[in-house]
């Protein structure tokens, strides 16, 4: 009985005995997990900070130094002093033990001068103005922000004008949406209006358009708005061509008449010249009866003004028909002409409309990118982001740059550069009918 009594004893001792070694096996393994999350550590001064000393009783002591890129600064009775690496309490304690015993000759407002003992206790040191944190991403604006202790990253994305959903510069997105709407219907009317233009012209040059009627309706505006184009343009196309018909047709009238005119003036010419040789020769029998004596000197004279009257309305109905040839052929010069100016003119009047066309066709296209831009913004607002956006801290290291992931509620340090990506949401909605 003592035997298994002992046995038993024996048992539960070293029952006992595992259960405290799991014990503490579990304490250790605790202990371990908790020294994986240090404590947070004292700042450290890096060059960029701003650093004010002072001693209590010597207000002409009191500066503001930066850390130069060398880590060292520069300060009275110090002169140049390595702090790059340092705790604020380092720091405080490395400048008090320099400036320990310094003796500073202070000057009175009567001009005397008194030595006074600089105590420890007296000098302070402290960080007045911290490295700046940088902000990248989908913010609206990205860059440089004024570090605060106990900065978090929720503070300083409020600071940097808060999410920039797609990168989308833009106060509203739904009234953007409105405005680009507007814009993007108003570009499709001049796209019609222009489209129906160079049909127009290239109709009026006999060309092949390879549009009709029902091509030019087939955009989308209203209904109403596209007839009124297309109707418009037939109109002023009918009435060009009837223009252009009785320029012609006054043209070619104008020649008949010339040619009837020129053909009475012909006659009356021929007539004029037998008149004139009639009154020439009259003069010439005139002067030989006048020569025998036959004949006065009065009947002479009559003769000869007889003669000069006959010879001026023959230069006068020579002139006139010339005149009259001159004016046919200046019309047949401008009904020449006139198929050949039209044509020049409609021609550089279809090369403008073609390129204005192109220039509609791709403010079309860009507008309507935006719009697509805008319409998933609007949407994405509608609905929320759809996922926490992705965030990381770059800091600098003790083996170089540490990337870390973060939250809206990570704090930061001077000196970290912020990235923000916003993560679309896949469930966004189809925007193909846009294009």
């Not at 507008?367 to 990381?392: C, D, F, H, M, V």
């Amino acid at each position: 009985m003592r035997s298994a009594f002992e046995a038993s004893l024996a048992a539960g001792g070293a029952q006992l005995l595992g259960r405290r070694r799991d014990a503490a096996a579990l304490l250790i393994a605790v202990a371990l997990t908790c020294s994986i999350a240090p404590a947070k550590a004292d700042y450290l001064l890096h060059p960029g900070d701003i650093l004010e000393i002072s001693v209590a009783r010597l207000p002409e002591l009191k500066h503001r130094v930066p850390v130069q890129l060398d880590g060292t600064i520069s300060f009275p009775l110090l002169g140049t002093m390595a702090v790059a690496g340092m705790s604020t309490a380092d720091l405080q304690a490395k400048v008090q033990a320099t400036l320990a015993a310094k003796v500073f000759r202070q000057r009175t407002p009567d001009g005397r001068e008194n030595s006074v003992t600089i105590d420890p206790d007296e000098v302070t040191a402290t960080i007045v103005e911290y490295r700046p944190i940088y902000v990248n991403g989908d913010v609206a604006r990205p860059g440089q922000q004024v570090f605060r202790p106990l900065m978090t990253v929720r503070q300083v994305i409020a600071l940097s004008g808060g999410y920039d959903v797609m990168r989308l510069r833009m106060n509203n997105p739904v009234l953007e949406t409105a405005d680009l709407r507007g814009e993007y219907e108003a570009l499709w009317t001049e796209y019609a209006r222009a489209q129906a233009h160079v049909w127009r012209l290239k109709q009026e040059l006999g060309q092949e358009s390879g549009l009709d009627r029902a091509s030019l309706l087939d955009v989308p505006v209203a209904r109403s708005t596209a007839l009124d184009i297309v109707n418009g343009e037939a109109e002023q196309l009918q009435a060009r061509l009837a223009d252009q018909q009785a320029e012609k047709k006054f043209l070619q009238r104008a020649i008949v008449q010339a040619d009837d005119q020129i053909r009475v003036l012909s006659e009356q010419q021929k007539t004029e010249e037998q008149a004139n040789q009639a009154d020439t020769e009259e003069l010439e029998r005139a002067k030989e009866l006048f020569n025998r004596g036959n004949l006065t000197n009065l009947r002479v004279s009559d003769a000869r003004r007889a003669m000069l009257l006959s010879s001026t309305r023959k230069l006068q109905t020579t002139a006139q028909l010339m005149q009259t040839k001159r004016q046919r052929d200046d019309f047949l010069r401008q009904i020449e002409r006139l198929d050949g100016q039209r044509k020049s003119d409609t021609l550089r009047e279809l090369q403008d409309a073609i390129v204005t066309l192109s220039k509609i066709r791709f403010k079309l296209q860009s507008t309507g990118e935006k719009l697509q831009y805008a319409a998933l913004a609007k949407s994405q607002l509608a609905r929320g982001l759809g996922n926490e956006p992705s965030i990381t801290i770059l800091r600098n290291g003790s083996n170089g740059i540490d990337h870390l992931v973060a939250n809206e509620e990570s704090e930061l340090q001077p000196g970290d550069v912020v990235e923000v990506a916003l993560r679309e949401d896949n469930s966004g909605a189809d925007l193909s009918s846009l294009r």
